[in-house]
């Protein structure tokens, strides 16, 4: 059945064979995930505008509850049902062959609905105020824990039907030698998120258990070291797509060709080795654990996974600018960079994702998550601020800019709005660096995260932060409204064309 | 010069203006890393 | 193309300058690994490790009669109290405790600048986090964990303490000091 030629088109602009059934399943992958950018945006304005003293929006009950929401709106099920829609398309449609078990992929799709809409549910009725990092004693209701399990359940089977796909495409002779660059890219964030999902099971069911009544204790300094292996390794799974995908739009816009295949494929394999160790870096000033265990891990053993980004950093600009320079740009050092397509939102939001990840996210993550400055960064917003930088000026800006890619090549409609998409990426990531670097400022002055009330109103004893502080968290409620403008427009344009874009046939 | 063997030692490296942007940032890099060592030698002692 | 098969030989040799790079890189890697140990050895910032376990009806009995102890007095013989939270000298070089709990840190401690101290940090309810402002040195406070940070005030003055770990609705409120004497 799945071998039949009818289940297939030829994709004009690429010449790519696309899997029909496989095509559906991207489709419904990438609007959900766009549907939780959404109500992740939404929340993210009302968090934003209450940590914003002058506006201070939410009372407290409800800023705490829109903040859990919003994480984990953001950081498991908009990134997740993404990527998923991204591991179908690196598999089945970048090697031309059909995606096995697609009524597995059904599985998957449901399993990961219904659990995102249980755990949702619980937290907007108020039985679930713990962040997204729930850390125990606190506990939130069972459906809460329960829907989180079946979202990763049905994300680990859609890894396996990606790993399933690649194997079988090759016994049937679909392809010869090695994987595309941005297919083993996909693979190894496929294996980070196999080993994410073993973590989040191992720490989410006993929590469950403990949530029901089955289980007397959770050990406090246990569940943070192996909910860290879910919780941030889930974000490496994003490392690895987002550098995949920095690769294919560097191919798709300007036809960049990697200048060095081993160069960034041992890039990638270092990823694979040594990256899940450094969510360690949550832990550098928590009881329980020894030195040497937190310098190894914090340190991606001899900072390798570190090494592996600065090799991409290189290799992706070299990319660019080697294909530049076969159109004739070579005059000087950069006329290559300044005859870029800065027009083309895909190419935009690739360089703005890179530089802001790299240049923001990656410089602090590094710095912030050694041993000992975690003493005067840990909890503060400085951290918030780094993993703004990277997940969302990031990862969520390299997905935006996929997007403007899959609405043609997958939903087969034209981009309506081109002059909004065109400003969309730099509306969204210069917004999002102003709120996260302010935020980084900020935590510098010792403001902490996930914190309703910096003026202690109601607080024993008061203090004050410095003018200078109210200053920062000014800018970042601009920079916010911006950002959150910057994804308004993504998800007008993206839902827009999806649904009454001009068809192309 | 890409006709011949593209990935030999001896063709110069084909993005130049890659390599001093990729040096810049490995600058930042180490101003910043240095700066907040700096920064954390100014609290109380602790261990 | 990046999403094209590559050629059938594709491990072919780095450039010079892609060699360098990576070099580079290992160097400022090896840099930043290796000096989390050195500083061990040359610095004075470093996250304590020290842990014990006990319950927490255990800790507060130990943080209950350290206030009982070193509890300063009012010349009434009162014990002097800051908005109901006891405030508490220990002499320089001993054991003192800190208890979090929602939402008040306790109880308030006095210290002497430059002595140094064996802070024991835990909580009897859920995780909290340990703040000192305006330093911004930050530590957990884990239910059934005794965390020892050995740690020597470098300035007089008082030293507001927030809660930095999410622990309730209150968890703004939670607002504590440390007070340090020359």
């Known amino acids: ?505 | 010069m890409a006709e011949k063997k593209p990935y030999d030692d001896h063709v110069p490296f084909p993005a130049p203006g890659t390599l001093v942007l990729a040096l810049m940032f490995l600058a930042v890099f180490i101003i910043f890393y240095i700066l907040n060592w700096k920064w954390l030698s100014m609290v109380w002692e602790v261990k | 193309m990046a999403f094209n098969l590559p050629e059938r030989v594709w491990w072919k040799p780095m450039h010079t300058e892609e060699k360098v790079w990576i070099v580079l890189c290992v160097i400022f890697g090896l840099t930043t690994f290796f000096f989390m140990p050195v500083w061990h050895m040359i610095g004075h910032q470093n996250p304590p490790s020290e842990t014990y376990k006990l319950l927490p009806s255990q800790f507060a009995d130990k943080v209950n009669t350290f206030v009982d102890q070193y509890a300063v007095k009012e010349a009434s013989g009162e014990v002097k109290t800051d908005k109901g939270t006891p405030i508490v000298h220990p002499p320089g070089g001993s054991d003192i405790y800190l208890m979090g709990k929602q939402w008040i840190w306790y109880p308030i401690l006095e210290l002497e600048k430059g002595k140094t101290y064996r802070l024991h940090l835990s909580t009897i309810d859920v995780e909290h986090g340990l703040s000192i402002y305006p330093l911004n040195m930050n530590f957990m406070a884990l239910p059934d964990y005794d965390y020892v940070l050995t740690i020597t005030p470098g300035e007089a003055g008082e030293f507001p303490i927030l809660c930095n770990e999410f622990c309730g609705i209150g968890h703004h409120k939670m607002v504590g000091k440390i007070i340090v004497k020359e």
């Open chain 1, 1 to 505: 059945m799945a071998n039949q030629t009818s289940d297939f088109r030829t994709c004009p602009t690429t010449g790519l064979k696309v899997h029909l059934p496989a095509q559906t399943l991207i489709r419904i992958n990438a609007v959900t995930a766009v549907v939780y950018i959404l109500i992740g945006g939404i929340l993210a304005l009302l968090v934003a505008l209450t940590r914003w003293p002058a506006v201070h929006l939410l009372p407290a009950d409800l800023f705490y509850r829109a903040l859990t929401a919003h994480g984990v709106t953001m950081l498991i099920f908009w990134v997740i049902f993404f990527e998923i829609a991204g591991l179908y398309f690196g598999s089945a449609v970048l090697l031309s062959t059909r995606l096995v078990g697609i009524v597995f992929g059904w599985v998957a799709y449901l399993m990961m609905l219904a659990g995102s809409l249980m755990t949702e549910y619980t937290i907007l009725i108020g039985q679930a105020d713990v962040m997204f990092s729930a850390y125990p004693p606190l506990k939130a209701h069972p459906l809460f824990y329960l829907g989180l399990i079946l979202f990763a359940v049905g994300a680990l089977i859609g890894c396996i039907l990606f790993f399933a796909t690649v194997i079988m495409a090759k016994a049937e002779g679909k392809y010869s030698g090695s994987l595309s660059l941005v297919s083993f890219g996909l693979a190894i964030a496929a294996i980070i998120a196999v080993v994410t999902i073993a973590g989040g099971a191992a720490i989410l069911i006993p929590t469950f258990l403990w949530s029901v009544g089955l289980l007397s204790h959770i050990d406090a300094p246990t569940y943070r070291l192996v909910f860290w292996l879910f919780g941030h390794s889930s974000q490496q799974i994003n490392v690895s797509a987002m550098v995949s995908i920095w690769y294919l739009l560097a191919a798709l816009t300007v036809g960049a060709k990697p200048v060095s295949e081993v160069f960034s494929r041992t890039a990638f394999l270092f990823y694979a080795f040594f990256i899940n160790v450094a969510s360690a870096h949550h832990l550098m000033v928590d009881p329980a654990l020894t030195t040497p265990w937190k310098i190894w891990n914090t340190g991606y053993v001899f900072h390798l996974a570190v090494v592996a980004s600065m090799m991409h950093a290189l290799a992706i600009p070299a990319s660019i600018e080697v294909a530049q320079r076969k159109k004739g740009y070579v005059h000087g050092l950069f006329e290559w960079l300044k005859k870029c397509p800065w027009e083309n939102p895909g190419f935009s939001a690739m360089v703005l994702s890179f530089c802001g990840f790299g240049l923001l996210g990656g410089i602090t993550g590094v710095v912030f998550g050694t041993e000992q400055i975690a003493i005067v960064t840990h909890n503060t917003w400085r951290i918030t601020g780094h993993f703004h930088t990277t997940v969302v000026l990031g990862t969520t800006t390299a997905f935006m800019g996929l997007t403007y890619y899959v609405i043609p090549l997958i939903f087969q409609r034209e981009v309506m709005m081109p002059k909004l998409a065109m400003i969309q990426p730099w509306m969204f990531a210069i917004g999002v660096a102003i709120f996260s670097i302010a935020m980084i400022a900020a935590g510098g002055y010792g403001v902490p995260r996930r914190h309703w009330d910096i003026t202690f109103a109601g607080a024993p004893y008061g203090f004050e932060f410095s003018p200078t502080v109210f200053l920062l968290m000014s800018v970042m409620g601009l920079g916010a409204i911006m950002a959150v403008l910057g994804g308004a427009i993504y998800c007008l344009v993206t839902v827009g064309s999806v649904f009454f874009g001009k068809k192309i046939s």
